[in-house]
C-alpha cells in the first residue's frame, strides 16, 4: 500500500486547512486510516483514525471539536479537515493505514503497517 499525503501549508492562528492522503489499496475500505503528527523536537502522536471496518471516527482529545476526518471511498482518499489552527498544531503530518487493528492498538503508530511521507504545516502570523 503507498500513501501520498498533501495539503499543508502555512496558516494564520484560527485557519483552515484541510489535508489530504490517496492510498493505493484495493480493499480500501477495510483499512484503518489514521493520521499523526510530529511537532518539532517530540515524538510522533495520534490525531485522528477512521476505523474501515466499523466506519468509527477517534480523535485525540487536543483535536476534538476542530478537526474531523473523513474518506471518499471511492477515490481511495482520506481528509484531515483542521479549523480554528494553534500554533501548537504546528508539525509534519502523517497519513498511516492498517488492515488489521483492533480498535484499542488505533492511537499507536507503531500498529500501522504503512505510512505516507508526511506534509508539513506551521500555524503561525
Known amino acids: 500500500v503507498q500513501l501520498q499525503a498533501c495539503g499543508g501549508g502555512l496558516v494564520q492562528p484560527e485557519g483552515s486547512l484541510r489535508l489530504s492522503c490517496a492510498a493505493s489499496a484495493r480493499t480500501f475500505s477495510r483499512y484503518t486510516m489514521g493520521w499523526f503528527h510530529q511537532p518539532p523536537g517530540k515524538e510522533r502522536e495520534f490525531v485522528a483514525a477512521?476505523?474501515?471496518?466499523?466506519?468509527?471516527?477517534y480523535y485525540a482529545d487536543s483535536v476534538k471539536g476542530r478537526f474531523t476526518i473523513s474518506r471518499d471511498n471511492a477515490k481511495n482518499t482520506v481528509y484531515l479537515q483542521m479549523n480554528n489552527l494553534k500554533p501548537e498544531d504546528t508539525a509534519v503530518y502523517y497519513c498511516?493505514?492498517?488492515?488489521?487493528?483492533?480498535?484499542?492498538?488505533?492511537?499507536?503508530?507503531?500498529?500501522?503497517?504503512?505510512w505516507g511521507q508526511g506534509t508539513q504545516v506551521t500555524v503561525s502570523s
Open positions: 498511516a493505514a492498517d488492515n488489521r487493528l483492533i480498535t484499542s492498538s488505533i492511537g499507536y503508530a507503531e500498529q500501522y503497517d504503512y
Open positions: 477512521w476505523k474501515g471496518s466499523r466506519s468509527s471516527t
